[in-house]
């Protein structure tokens, strides 16, 4: 069953999909305005997924303590928050991560964002699900550059949002910031079903600083998911990386022919490979220098 009253259609039947064409039309009608969006390239996205979907997203919300649960009291840098591994949820929420790190949630967000070749990560270093309570915050930062562990880029923040009858007064808005710190640009109020999606750069300014005013019983709860792309692996003579297949010493005169066809495609795609990489190598290049 396809549930298409959101941005992105989901097909909820035996776990979650989403499919890729779909996905990536669906990012490339919205990559202008990202691109253009102040201060730094965003999309705020309102009923990203179906709502049966994100409905399920908090219904399955762990409410109990978890094995593996970190629990923020740093002050400025992040107070009552709590941080939920994925990996300790039900199946039904391990099956909504499984589609955020999916080809066709990154085909959507390639598409969205202009980049290419991005990776989502596999242990949620940072991300999963949060929770703040009352008086809690996260003052505002710049997100950390690199995975050490993976030894990839981060390049991509998506929050989703899954807070029903929010009140203003509640608090709890994300604040983008300008890139010189000098005054705030955009304010986004944590609303069900709510998405933002940003570029992750050294000075892309966010957070929610001010202490959250909620009654008891009542949390901000989001979904943080961050994605990555690794540093291109340099091939200056454009030589081939592809499969070599050989034939042995006692094969055919035919199947020596065969292997011999497939050693020149192979070095053809190659050289059509590298030429097309050279421009995205300096692409990937312009934007480390500008950090």
Not at 61 to 83: C, I, S
Not at 162 to 184: F, H, I, S, T, V
Request: charged share 20%.
């Amino acid at each position: 069953m396809t549930i298409s009253d959101g941005v992105l259609p989901i097909e909820m039947g035996s776990g979650f999909s989403l499919d890729a064409q779909q996905a990536k039309d669906i990012g490339s009608l919205l990559s202008e305005d990202y691109a253009q969006a102040q201060p730094f390239p965003h999309a705020v996205i309102d009923n990203i997924f179906p709502t049966a979907f994100t409905q399920l997203l908090l219904d399955h919300f762990p409410q109990d303590p978890k094995a593996h649960d970190k629990v923020y009291e740093k002050g400025y840098g992040g107070t009552h928050k709590r941080q939920i591994s994925p990996y300790d949820c039900d199946e039904t929420l391990r099956a909504a991560f499984a589609l955020f790190n999916s080809a066709p949630m990154l085909q959507f967000i390639e598409a969205l964002t202009g980049m290419k070749g991005l990776l989502p990560d596999p242990y949620f270093a940072g991300g999963g699900l949060h929770e703040t309570s009352a008086g809690g915050l996260l003052g505002i930062h710049a997100d950390f550059q690199v995975n050490e562990s993976l030894q990839l880029y981060r390049r991509v923040n998506m929050l989703v949002y899954l807070n029903q009858d929010w009140k203003p007064e509640y608090g709890g808005n994300l604040e983008l910031w300008d890139r010189q710190m000098q005054a705030k640009q955009q304010t986004v109020a944590p609303i069900f079903n709510r998405c933002v999606i940003f570029n992750t750069d050294a000075d892309s300014f966010h957070g929610h600083p001010d202490p959250l005013t909620t009654p008891e019983g009542v949390t901000r709860r989001s979904i943080a998911l961050y994605y990555y792309q690794a540093l291109p692996i340099p091939n200056e003579e454009g030589e081939s990386r592809h499969t070599l297949y050989v034939a042995r010493p006692n094969d055919d005169a035919a199947t020596k022919a065969q292997v011999k066809k497939m050693m020149k495609k192979r070095d053809k795609r190659a050289k059509k490979l590298f030429f097309g990489q050279a421009g995205w190598w300096q692409q990937v290049q312009q934007w480390w220098k500008s950090r």
